[in-house]
């Protein structure tokens, strides 16, 4: 994301001990209750040729008969982890190391021994659609995928990697980490006087402002609390949100890009009203912020932002 400033439990005692704060929840615990976006991955006879060797944080070793042909998307799971299901509609970080299921040549792949993790972004339709190779699958596995051509690369090849119309394409993904595709946490009451927010099943949120002047002092509120780490000033976090004017006009939303925007909480590098909507928030925890304009872009146009104009933001925190 770019720039905003330039468009963007008290301590209990129990028999005589004394009990800190609560542990922040592992994505494994705040995924559960929310449904997949994807029908789960399903396994193949193509698929099951593929021969993995090795552990999870050493390059693979990768064998397959030449050329393998298989029917749609299948999915072999090697090595089974327990971090929490993938539900799609998310973004998942992992290392991968791709084939040619034709020729047998290999294509790309990241170092699988680092944490130079890749990012991708898993939503339903996509091509490859990873959100149906992947949904399911636990976080800490690891898979092989197997692709026909027209789910590779929709049957048209990729010239550029020497891979033709027929071609089939395996990819072994180590699924390192995952992020939340929404908000999920304890519902809080709204305040009176801030916007409503509406949210659709799949977590995009929409607005009803209020028919008065907008308020001269920043405000904030938690409409859902999420139980994972509390966010602070310099922290990378992985977010969802959508800005409005308070005249109504939304002007920006990572969730119409169906892709999480990933920047680090820095007065540098945002408007100082969408840093204070996050300092001490946690992951999964869902907040609006009404941002005046001392707190925003103040006197100046920025694209379709009117000068003076108060801001309103609603963000979903879904990692960190």
Known sequence: MRKLAALVLPVMVLAGCAQGPAEPLSYAELIVGIDSKCDPYQTGAGADQISVEGAIGEQPVVTFPVPLSGSGIETNLVIEGDGGPIVGGQQVLLHFMGFNATTGDELQASDFTGTDYIPQDLYPGSVPDFCHALSGVQVGSRVAILLDAANAHGGVGIPSLAISETDGVIFVFDIMDAYLPKANGDKQ?????????????????????????PPAEFQRTVLVEGGGEAIEIGDSVVLHYTGWTWAGEQFDSSWERMAPATFPITYDGLIEGFVMALDQVTVGSQV?????????????????????????FVIDVLGK
């Open 189 to 213: 009451a709204a305040e009176a006087g801030m916007p409503t927010v509406i949210t659709a099943p799949d977590g995009q949120p929409g607005i009803q402002i209020p028919a008065s002047d």
């Open 288 to 312: 609006i912020a009404v941002i005046p304009p001392d707190l925003g872009y103040g006197d100046s146009s920025q694209g379709s932002i009117a000068p003076g104009s108060t801001l309103i």
